[in-house]
């Protein structure tokens, strides 16, 4: 799989988990406690999760206004 950049994922809506993990930049099990607390949502497609991009936005501007804490 090629490396994700923030240009091969603009213009969808949704990323599975271990994409949305590689754009932020952390473990898989990482982003499944993000998304068990409910700091990043996500839903069920099937059997897939999908994690909406609008959501990893927010989580990181959220990131950022609180001086990362």
Not at 5 to 21: D, P, Q, V, Y
Not at 29 to 48: C, E, N, P, Y
């Amino acid at each position: 799989m090629s490396e994700l950049t923030t240009n091969s994922f603009e213009n969808r809506l949704t990323l599975r988990k271990g994409e949305a993990a590689r754009a932020l930049g952390v473990s898989e099990r990482t982003l499944h406690d993000l998304l068990k607390s409910g700091q990043i949502g996500s839903f069920k497609l099937g059997r897939a999760v999908l994690i909406p991009v609008a959501e990893i936005k927010a989580f990181i501007s959220l990131g950022i206004q609180s001086g990362g804490k």
